[in-house]
Structures are given as C-alpha cells and as structure tokens.
C-alpha cells in the first residue's frame, strides 16, 4: 500500500517519511556533529528553560569555559533571528551544554572524541531530572507549531547524519521506531501505538 505524503493522528500532521525513512544515530562515526554544527541553538520551550535553570549547577563543571563565559553573559537561551527561543551557542554554531561522551569501548575501540549533551549524561547518571530538550531528542523529526493548535512533524534530511541513515537502513530501523522514547514523551503511550498501528497497516 503506498503510504501518503501527509498522515494525521489526534491534532498531529506528519510527514510518510518518519514512517518510510530508516534511521539509527551512529555517534561512532558523527562524533556528536548535531550538537556543534548549524548557525542557531536548539529549539526550546519557556518551560524546558525554567528546567534547564534548575538543573544547571549539576552539569556547570562539564561545561567547557567558554560555554561558561556565554552562559553568564545571555543566560541559558535567546531568541533566534527566526523569533524561536533556542539554547544559547558558542562561536555561533556550538550548543553551551555540549560536553564530552564517554561511550563503552566495544562501541568506540578507536578512542575518538565524541560529544553530546551534558543534561543527558547527568540526567542517565541519575544526577538529574532533566534529560535534555525535547527538540533534541527527536531530532532528526522537526516539530513545528501552528496557530491554530495543531503540530506539524518532518523529517529533516541533514548531510551530517548520512551515519545515520547508513546505519539504519544496516538495521532496516524505521525512523519512528528509532524514535520511539522521545515520541512517547512528547505524544504518550496512545498518540504512539496509534502510529504504528498505522504503520503496520501502510507497510
């Protein structure tokens, strides 16, 4: 059954392609390139914000220096040119809480530098509650708002995360089952099974 361009689950309207696209983040090979490339911090929410403010003496000593620096100077986030609020960045392209990953050996046996989000590996130490940005645990799914309420889910095709389709498709992991934790907790257990009774039924 061919699956169309546009689906719709509750007020949700997603692309096919989050069910069609193959996907698995392969850090082995990106280093954690999502974190330090583009022109603008993640997207976040006036409440993830105020959740970042409180969590952010357990990862302050992970933060590089000029993180640091930048932190004190705007705070946690600004406004994009855009009118998005996004995490503030450094040398206009880094997230402030990027911070080293130490990954296990069998999956890094070459030692390669690899970086990620400071709130993640804290909030996976069980030093913290906030485990990062909703905006970035699903990328590479874009959410957009509209005014009307309704949100709008792409996905979004970057020549950094090539890795990750490669892998994914090694995998044949569907993207929205790779994504699967970071959907449930934007969209609950419901709005999630409804998807891939859906998927089942197009594949």
Not at 35 to 43: I, K, R, T
Not at 47 to 54: H, L, N, V
Not at 99 to 114: F, K, Q, T
Request: net charge negative; glycine share 8%.
């Amino acid at each position: 059954m061919k699956i169309p361009p546009l689906l719709q689950i509750g007020n949700v309207l997603l692309t096919g392609e989050i069910i069609t696209e193959q996907f698995c983040c392969d850090l082995s090979v990106c280093h954690g390139a999502c974190c330090v490339e583009g022109d603008a911090g993640a997207p976040v929410t006036l409440d993830e914000i105020g959740e970042i403010e409180q969590s952010l003496d357990t990862v302050w000593s992970q933060l590089s220096a000029s993180s640091q620096a930048v932190i004190d100077r705007q705070g946690v986030a600004y406004t994009d040119p855009d009118g998005d609020l996004v995490t503030s960045i450094v040398g206009g392209k880094d997230c402030v809480f990027t911070a080293p990953l130490h990954l296990p050996d069998e999956s890094n046996p070459d030692g390669i530098d690899v970086v990620g989000c400071a709130f993640e590996s804290a909030y996976r130490a069980g030093r913290c509650s906030f485990c990062k940005p909703i905006s970035c645990a699903l990328y590479p799914i874009r959410e957009k708002q509209f005014s009307d309420g309704s949100v709008g889910l792409n996905y979004n095709r970057w020549a950094i995360c090539e890795a990750g389709r490669q892998k994914g498709k090694q995998l044949q992991l569907p993207l929205y089952k790779f994504l699967k934790a970071p959907l449930i907790r934007r969209f609950g257990e419901a709005w999630y099974q409804e998807l891939c009774d859906i998927a089942t039924q197009l594949t």
